[in-house]
């Protein structure tokens, strides 16, 4: 698959209209390519992220040169890992909430609601953390993966912005997964929420004016 502008790789389709929402509102005119594989979700969730690995190399390669915005937490890093093989940019949507996120204090608390996406994320707040310390809690927001599969999506919402208003003794809250953005509508929080679109979708453009 060839040409011009920035490829998105997610793995539902619920999040293309959340990023053709955010390239229209913040980034007018910027061309956004969508791959949407359902399947390499479904298959890191039972065996792995480094599972998908050869599967996530192919569809990589068939997007193109160009850099490759990547929208699933759960297989980010072994996607991020790929660039040199493909020797094109891959980027992962939630580093710069990370990066923003152990800007914002030592406390940190992770909300998913898929269980396999904790463990990449822990990583990365850990990896742009650096000599940094911090304390990092998980929270998996229960029932809303079922809501949001069922194509619930304001019932997924409605859960994931109720856990984090149960949230507390944290200096900011990640909304680790993008299908999370939209509960930041509906919390009365006062602890800040980082979520993974907007900033992503900026670094992704960015790198694509830069290659």
């Known amino acids: 698959m060839t040409g011009s502008g920035l490829v998105l790789l997610h793995t539902s389709a619920a999040h293309v209209p959340v990023f053709d929402a955010l390239r229209d509102r913040h980034h007018p005119g910027a061309v956004l390519r969508h791959l949407v594989v359902p399947e390499l979700l479904d298959r890191a969730r039972v065996e ?8 996530l190399l192919e ?7 160009g850099p490759v915005l990547v929208t699933c937490s759960t297989i980010g890093a072994t996607a991020e890992a790929l660039a040199p093989t493909l020797g094109s940019p891959v980027l992962r949507v939630d580093r710069p909430m990370a990066a923003a996120a152990v800007r914002a204090g030592a406390r940190i608390a992770v909300l998913a609601t898929v269980e396999s ?3 990449p994320t822990v990583e990365l707040l850990a990896e742009e953390a650096g000599e940094r310390a911090l304390s990092i809690r998980t929270h998996l927001v229960d029932g809303a993966w079922e809501r949001f599969e069922a194509g619930d999506t304001a019932g997924y919402l409605v859960r ?7 949230v507390a003794d944290a200096d900011v809250i990640v909304l680790a997964q993008a299908s999370m953005a939209g509960a930041a509508d509906l919390v009365t929080t006062r602890i800040p929420l980082l979520s993974s679109p907007a900033p992503g979708l900026a670094a992704g453009l960015g790198q ?4």
């Open 160 to 166: 994931v912005a109720a856990a984090a208003d149960a």
């Open 59 to 65: 569809v990589l390669a068939e997007a193109g040169r």
């Open 117 to 119: 996406t904790f463990a």
């Open 208 to 211: 694509l004016g830069a290659s």
């Open 48 to 55: 792995g992220p480094e599972a998908v690995a050869p599967a």
